[in-house]
């Protein structure tokens, strides 16, 4: 009777953890749709072709996720996947530097030439432009420092996603703003710019007066790269 009794405890124990270790295993979604193209190495223009824009926003290409696309030349814009949430925070200028820079722009696909001017008079050292000019992230060599528009549209159209990992905080852009105060003698005011993705607005993350007395505060910074 006892020996009866253990074989059907021991039976009850085996098929309940097996059970149990059913329910645990992960349930893996097939991929569909544009994330299947990608994976199976469709090309942009094909995967244009068969999809509207909207679908690829937030899509993992090329080492990030898109947030800009232009159709009609098949290339685009993603932003570093920050997985782990850890955007590094830094300082848009480098120790003791602050000058205005001329040739910074806002515009969408100006912000590879924008991080050059900024990283070209100052070299090595610990600023944001430095970070991302010098980042390699997914195999990739070639990210760089957002402006303006690239980050406003990053904040747009992938700023709310989970996975994309965003602080509700300041993120700096690598434009540049400047600010007439006085027209004899010329004087401006010169303040460098990014975006709160909490609110969306515009703020200023470092600032500087005509005789050159600088603030700045750490910001967020996430790289962005182009896709061809």
């Keep these: 009777m006892n020996n009866i009794l253990f074989i059907s405890l021991a039976t009850f124990i085996f098929f309940s953890c097996s059970k149990e ?34 679908d690829l926003y937030g899509k993992n290409y090329q080492g990030g996720l898109i947030f800009y696309v232009d159709s009609v030349n098949a290339t685009g814009l993603v932003a570093m996947y920050d997985l782990n949430n850890d955007d590094d925070t830094t300082y ?5 530097y602050g000058y205005p820079i001329n040739g910074l722009d806002n515009s969408i696909m100006s912000g590879q030439n924008n991080t050059n001017l900024i990283v070209y008079p100052q070299g090595v050292g610990d ?6 000019d010098t980042l390699n992230h997914k195999g ?3 990210w760089f420092m957002p402006s303006l528009g690239e980050l406003a549209e990053m904040q747009r159209k ?9 602080h509700l905080d300041a993120y700096m852009s690598s434009t540049q703003d400047s600010l007439l105060i006085n027209t004899s003698p010329v004087q401006y005011e010169y303040k460098e710019i990014g975006v709160h993705f909490g609110t969306g607005d515009a703020i200023t993350i470092a600032q500087h007066n005509y005789q050159n007395f600088l603030f700045q505060m750490k910001g967020f910074v996430r790289p962005v790269r182009q896709f061809n």
């Design 92 to 96: 848009w200028w480098g120790y003791n």
């Design 127 to 132: 600023y944001a432009a430095y970070y991302c």
């Design 158 to 166: 992938i700023g709310n996603l989970s996975i994309a990992n965003f």
């Design 140 to 142: 990739y060599s070639d």
């Design 21 to 54: 270790e059913k329910r645990l295993e992960p349930i893996s979604t097939p991929l569909t749709g544009v994330e299947l193209a990608i994976s199976n190495g469709v090309s942009m223009e094909s995967i244009l072709a068969d999809y509207p824009v909207t």
